[in-house]
């Protein structure tokens, strides 16, 4: 436990246009992976635009060389679970601008964006900002294997230092 770098809370907002696959039966719920780290949402009954507002943490030990996988699944009370579509997002530019030195750096400042392309899941620009003092990120994702459907999601960071004792 002393390698820790910090924890990352993933705020898990909202779904958008999901497919509906089974109107009458759509549970939706997320799922988020990295390495052997999952942590997941509830259930949000018959809903293809869900309001999860549900906040994650995944323990940061070391700079990730690997995505954090979303997965977006529909809870079958009788059959197994069906995924309905995935997407990935790289916290290392998250964790570049935590490393910053931003004592001076307003509120509402922009410290960088991400553009969507063929290399991300993102569904519109993200931003790293500062607020409340806190190095925070916005991101929309697309999620793939599916013909529409995104996540919004909010990332913030709490530092090592303080997690030690919190974990």
């Known amino acids: 436990m002393e390698n820790i770098l910090g924890l990352l809370r993933i705020r898990v907002i909202r779904g958008i246009n999901l497919p509906e696959r089974d109107i009458r039966s759509c549970y939706p719920y997320v799922v988020i992976t990295l390495g052997k780290q999952?942590?997941?949402t509830g259930a949000v009954k018959k809903n293809a635009n869900p309001e999860?507002?549900?906040?994650?943490?995944?323990?940061?030990?070391?700079?990730p060389n690997i995505p954090?996988?979303?997965?977006?699944?529909?809870?079958?009370?009788?059959?197994?679970?069906?995924?309905?579509g995935d997407a990935?997002?790289?916290i290392r530019p998250f964790l570049e601008s935590i490393a910053m030195h931003l004592d001076n750096v307003i509120d509402g400042t922009v410290i960088t964006t991400m553009k969507p392309n063929i290399e991300n899941c993102l569904a519109e620009e993200s931003y790293i900002s500062l607020e409340n003092g806190q190095v925070v990120q916005?991101?929309?994702l697309r999620l793939r294997n599916v013909e529409c459907g995104e996540v919004e999601l909010k990332l913030h960071w709490i530092d090592g230092s303080s997690s030690r004792?919190?974990?």
């Open 68 to 84: 954090i996988i979303l997965r977006v699944y529909d809870r079958h009370k009788v059959s197994r679970d069906g995924e309905i």
């Open 38 to 40: 999952k942590v997941m």
């Open 88 to 90: 990935e997002f790289d």
């Open 52 to 63: 999860w507002n549900e906040e994650l943490t995944l323990l940061i030990a070391d700079i």
């Open 138 to 140: 916005h991101m929309f």
């Open 165 to 167: 004792n919190a974990v």
